[in-house]
Structures are given as C-alpha cells and as structure tokens.
Nanobody, 122 residues
Framework: QLAESGGGSVQAGGSLGLDCEAL?????????MGWFRRTPGNKRELVAA???????FYLDSVRGRFTISRDNAKKTAHLQMNNMKPEDTSVYYC?????????????????WGQGTQVTVSS
C-alpha cells in the first residue's frame, strides 16, 4: 500500500499539500502517479496524474489550482492544492501504475493508498 501524508482542514482560499511514498515498491520504469478523490456519489474520480513521460492530467475543476509533482529517485509524489474550495472536500487517495501508462480509472492503477481526509470550510 502507498503511504500518504498531509491533508487536514483549511478555510476556503487556503492551501494544503498531500504526499505519497512508494518506497516499498520497485519500478522497472517511471510509474504513473495519480490522486483520486471520492465524489458525492461515492465514486472515485481522478483529480490529477503524471504519466510516465512526465505529461500531466488535471480534472477541469482543479486545473490551475492543483499541481502534481514527483521525485522519481525518492519514489514520492506530491499534490499541491491552492485556492481551495468547499467542493474540494473529500477523501483523497494516492495511486500508482507500474508501467507509466496513460490510465485514468481506479481499476487501471496497480497500487493505492488508504486515503486521507481533506476538509475545506467556507
């Protein structure tokens, strides 16, 4: 399981950062790293991802506010969340796909974290 840290509570307009570590895994190529969150309908939506080639994906509602980054040597990924909104409140999950493929659904990833709560108050 991936190890997540960060999260917590913040007021609208504030910032939070989430970190993910994959130290226990050995990757033969640069993996895809992603962050999911639960929707009000209890589904998991991909919020941001960085594919193996370094290109990125962002959910429309977070583009320009959230930034995903990673340190390949340290096997870590970071999600910086700025100008947060109450609708960003959710449980956030880190995920990794072993081969650096362009994947966007929960089932297409190989490893997942336990989730960390993010709460944004108005």
């Amino acid at each position: 399981q991936l190890a997540e840290s960060g999260g917590g509570s913040v007021q609208a307009g504030g910032s939070l950062g989430l970190d993910c570590e994959a130290l226990q895994y050995t990757f033969t190529t640069t993996p895809t790293m992603g962050w999911f969150r639960r929707t009000p309908g209890n589904k998991r939506e991909l919020v941001a991802a960085m594919w193996g080639d370094g290109s990125t994906f962002y959910l429309d509602s977070v583009r320009g506010r959230f930034t995903i980054s990673r340190d390949n040597a340290k096997k870590t990924a970071h999600l910086q969340m700025n100008n947060m909104k109450p609708e960003d409140t959710s449980v956030y999950y880190c995920a990794a796909e072993r081969f650096g493929l362009v994947v966007k659904t929960w089932a297409e990833f190989d490893y997942w974290g336990q989730g960390t709560q993010v709460t944004v108050s108005s």
